[in-house]
């Protein structure tokens, strides 16, 4: 098993753009989330999915999108970066909410 | 917001020494997880523990709780090399994991 599937693995992007991060899953989880990783910061929620066609806010979801067309895939975008938003991200699936979650190896991204 | 806070922030101890750290939370909670980030990598689930259970082992990690304090404590015995990396505390309340800051361990040879 592949697991949790995070792509690209780094990313730098100018001030403006968008982009998507691709997070895909085989483990037919219900739930995927993702997360930013700043330093001296634990993770910090942005969107979350419970099901296919599911998706809520986090904790800092504003510059965000995410969609659940299926179980497995659970796309990021950011609508225009800004250098705030340098960080890095990890996408993490469970079988549900707040039971062990896998994670992927992570996007950096820098907004330039 | 975040809900664990671990403490210290940073450790450093010989090989073959234990390692302990420390996690305190503020609400309520259905259970409470440890998990490992090597360097640049994704995080790797260690060990849960219910909020139910007092204590957990899982070879060389051991895991204490007490709702009471809201606080845990994840030992790891006989430390290797391969065990330096970050640790943090998530804790599951309301069905959301909060995250900690983590604890930084080095093991020195």
């Known amino acids: 098993n592949a697991g949790v599937t995070q792509t690209p693995k780094f990313q730098v992007l100018k001030t403006g753009q968008s982009m998507t991060l691709q997070c895909a899953q085989d483990?037919?989880?219900?739930?995927m989330s993702w997360y930013r990783q700043d330093p001296g910061m634990g993770l910090r929620l942005i969107h979350y999915?419970?099901?296919?066609?599911?998706?809520d806010q986090g904790e800092v979801p504003n510059g965000y999108n995410v969609s659940r067309s299926t179980t497995e895939d659970f796309p990021l975008r950011l609508l225009s970066a800004a250098p705030s938003q340098t960080s890095v991200y990890f996408c993490?699936?469970?079988?549900?909410?707040?039971?062990?979650?896998?994670f992927g190896q992570g996007t950096r991204l820098t907004v330039v | 917001s975040q809900q664990g806070e671990e403490d210290p922030q940073a450790l450093s101890i010989q090989e073959g020494e234990n390692a302990t750290m420390n996690c305190s939370y503020k609400?309520?909670?259905?259970?409470l997880q440890w998990y490992r980030q090597n360097s640049g990598r994704g995080l790797v689930h260690l060990i849960l523990?219910?909020?139910n259970e007092r204590e957990k082992h899982s070879g060389r990690l051991r895991v204490t709780l007490d709702t009471s304090k809201k606080s845990s404590s994840l030992l790891i015995t006989a430390s290797r090399a391969a065990d330096t990396a970050s640790y943090f505390c998530?804790?599951?309340?309301?069905?959301?994991?909060?995250w900690g800051a983590g604890t930084k361990l080095i093991i020195k040879p």
């Open positions: 609400t309520s909670i259905n259970n």
């Open positions: 483990m037919n989880h219900e739930y």
């Open positions: 523990i219910r909020s």
């Open positions: 999915s419970v099901g296919a066609g599911i998706t």
């Open positions: 993490a699936s469970s079988t549900r909410q707040g039971t062990e979650a896998f």
């Open positions: 998530a804790t599951d309340s309301n069905y959301q994991l909060i």
